[in-house]
T-cell receptor, first 118, second 114 residues
Framework: DAGVIQSPRHEVTEMGQEVTLRCKPI?????LFWYRQTMMRGLELLIY????????DSGMPEDRFSAKMPNASFSTLKIQPSEPRDSAVYFC????????????????FGEGSRLTVL | AQSVTQLDSHVSVSEGTPVLLRCNYS??????LFWYVQHPNKGLQLLLK??????LVKGINGFEAEFKKSETSFHLTKPSAHMSDAAEYFC????????????FGTGTRLTIIP
């Protein structure tokens, strides 16, 4: 079975450039999460969607970051303009949420997009 | 509020010896607790989970963890380490309001010595 698919796996860009990261969640999952992982800050939740609707974007660092989910099978995370401090591994994860208490807690992660901003 | 503290940032064990990765938690609710594993250049994968059923939880690849409420701990163990166990391990706590409320620990890097 196909897991969560992210692209690109590696991106090297220069400061000021626009970066778009893409994610295809597992078919049938209705929740999608964008995380950022750095050595200094560990794993941070940036934003999550439920049924294609952004529910909580309080983790988005600043206005330079934006995320969309136009349909159940695709999401993007955009950084414009990019800065060196945005260098990190960005993970997309998906899950099925029943909307009730005690969801399983099992997120399915993609392999990540490693972003380097020079 | 909820949090997890992974007591060791790095653990090294010899192949064939026991593994112990320590995790303490804090939660205002009856928590759900998880261990995730991340192999180099890979995404995170669920290893095991505790959701208020049996306090001793068995996961994949021979790992298990015991929920101890009195000690607010959820340590991960394995009787005999294998080279393929070398990875980063994350302890995770969740409030009972859905997957978006996961709080990840800072991770423990496990090194296996041949």
């Amino acid at each position: 079975d196909a897991g969560v698919i992210q692209s690109p796996r590696h991106e090297v860009t220069e400061m000021g450039q626009e970066v778009t990261l893409r994610c295809k969640p597992i078919s049938g999952h209705n929740s999608l999460f964008w995380y950022r992982q750095t050595m200094m800050r560990g794993l941070e939740l940036l934003i999550y969607f439920n049924n294609n609707v952004p529910i909580d974007d309080s983790g988005m660092p600043e206005d330079r970051f934006s995320a969309k989910m136009p349909n159940a099978s695709f999401s993007t995370l955009k950084i414009q303009p990019s800065e060196p401090r945005d260098s990190a591994v960005y993970f997309c994860a998906s899950s099925f949420s029943s909307g009730r208490f005690f969801d399983t807690g099992e997120l399915f992660f993609g392999e990540g997009s490693r972003l380097t901003v020079l | 509020a909820q949090s997890v503290t992974q007591l060791d940032s790095h653990v090294s064990v010899s192949e064939g010896t026991p593994v112990l990765l320590r995790c303490n938690y804090s939660s205002s609710y009856s928590p759900s607790l998880f261990w995730y594993v991340q192999h180099p250049n890979k995404g995170l994968q669920l290893l095991l989970k505790y959701t208020s059923a049996a306090t001793l939880v068995k996961g994949i690849n021979g790992f298990e963890a015991e929920f101890k409420k009195s000690e607010t701990s959820f340590h991960l163990t394995k009787p005999s380490a294998h080279m393929s166990d070398a990875a980063e391990y994350f302890c995770v706590v969740s409030a009972p309001f859905g997957n978006e409320k996961l709080t990840f620990g800072t991770g423990t890097r496990l090194t296996i010595i041949p």
